[in-house]
């Protein structure tokens, strides 16, 4: 009898095991996950904005994008800090055009800035219908900078071989109907994956890159998401030019003729 007690007493002990262990796996990954989370806010919470002092632009060709999500700027407090080029968001997709863009085009132009256009591609849509929404709404004067494709990664990407169609059809669209190929945003990685094999040395690179300068051949590079800025509301994308102010020229649309 007394050995059965142990016996059945082992048992019940023993059995609550797995659902310990269970638990503590649960609260353990519960625990990471929070963890985690926190992680990332401190780290966004240790970025400070910054300014043109923090960057120290003396000596650097630089400028900044624009887009609807700046909101109304304030043209005459910009120009206490004006920037040697502007790029301009026009449109988007197949049908989306950016509401500010007709505003910050001519109002750039304005204080004199160097202004280029720039479209942001979607996966949705193919390239060449997306380069004739850009075409048809962006404006390509004689000695704006040269058009832009911003090419960026999404939470789900379609298949490899079908996004490098697709960039490319928007790149040779353009060409085809402005003599001239567009620079190109993205990051190092996305370049690596989706562009390398295609743009050979037709398009110049606008790279972004926050941590250090990129180790690509590019001739635009987005520093800073987080520039602070007289006139404009929040926070503005901050460029350098890999280049002087007379190296500039080397990107500038030229209308062809016959």
Known sequence: MYKRLISVLFILVFAQFPGFARKSHR??????????KV??????????????????PEG???????????????????????????????TEGISTRDSKYMQNYTEAKKLGILVGSY???????????????????????????LPVLDAEFTKVMPAREL????????????YEKLGHYPIVYCNHRFYDLYL?????????L????????????????QKTDRLKLAGINGFVDMNIFNGTTMNLANYLYRETTD
């Open 27 to 36: 609260a353990s990954h519960k625990k990471h996950t929070t963890t985690h």
């Open 39 to 56: 992680q990332k806010v401190q780290k966004r919470i240790q970025q400070p904005p910054l300014t043109l002092n923090d960057l120290n």
């Open 60 to 90: 650097n060709v630089w400028g900044i994008d624009v887009s609807h999500y700046q909101s109304d700027i304030n043209w005459m407090q910009l120009a206490s800090q004006k920037p040697h080029f502007m790029f301009i968001k026009a």
């Open 119 to 145: 479209h942001f591609f979607s996966y949705k849509y193919p390239g060449r219908e997306q380069a004739n929404n850009f075409l048809s709404i962006a404006q390509h004067r004689d000695s704006d900078l």
């Open 163 to 174: 996004v490098i169609v697709e960039l490319a059809d928007f790149i040779s669209t353009v």
């Open 196 to 204: 390398k094999d295609i743009l050979s040395d037709k398009c110049k």
């Open 206 to 221: 606008w790279i972004v890159n926050y941590q250090q300068k990129p180790s690509l051949d590019w001739a635009f590079w």
